[in-house]
């Protein structure tokens, strides 16, 4: 399956390629200029690379590092990421990991509280019960 594609991927990201059966000859790939700071080193070079996904209309433009090459793996582990929030949805790797930070951050509510509470109240109770008892000497 590597073979096909023109870049080295990692294998998390041919499982996804495979599993949303996405095909190199569908992938549109074009090497342009970049923008922006760096100023001789990108007005001369064509590092940013764009990728287009046929099928889907997607289009990924990537111009995170100065070497083509680094950009051309990231550019492709985007757009499979971006392919697969579009297919997937709700269950892609990314909204999961939304998901699960909002439910994080979320507050909890006042009967939850409440119960931790009454749980940590029991444990303080059952604390001071072990503490040792001062013997008063009846004299």
């Known amino acids: 399956m590597n ?7 990692k294998p998390k990201t041919l499982r996804k390629i495979k599993e949303l059966d996405i095909k ?3 992938i549109e790939e074009q090497f342009i200029r970049g923008s ?4 001789q080193k990108v007005n001369k ?3 940013t690379v764009r990728l287009k996904h046929l099928p889907t209309g997607l289009e990924i433009r990537c111009q995170e590092h100065r070497e083509q090459s680094k ?3 990231t550019a492709y582990k985007l757009l499979v990421d971006k392919i697969e929030d579009l297919i997937r949805g709700k269950e892609s790797e990314k909204a999961k ?3 699960k930070i909002k439910k994080q951050k979320k507050r909890r ?3 939850t509280k409440e119960k931790l509470l009454k749980i940590k109240k029991q444990r303080k109770t059952k604390k001071e019960l072990r503490k040792k008892v ?3 000497s009846s004299e």
Do not use: A, C, M, Q
Not at 3 to 9: A, I, K, R, S
Not at 36 to 39: E, P, T, V, Y
């Open 71 to 73: 950009n051309r793996i």
């Open 24 to 26: 190199p000859e569908d």
């Open 134 to 136: 001062d013997l008063i």
């Open 45 to 47: 070079t064509s590092s």
């Open 97 to 99: 990991k939304i998901y």
């Open 36 to 39: 922006g700071h760096g100023g």
């Open 109 to 111: 509510s006042k009967k």
């Open 3 to 9: 073979d096909e594609f023109p870049v080295e991927l």
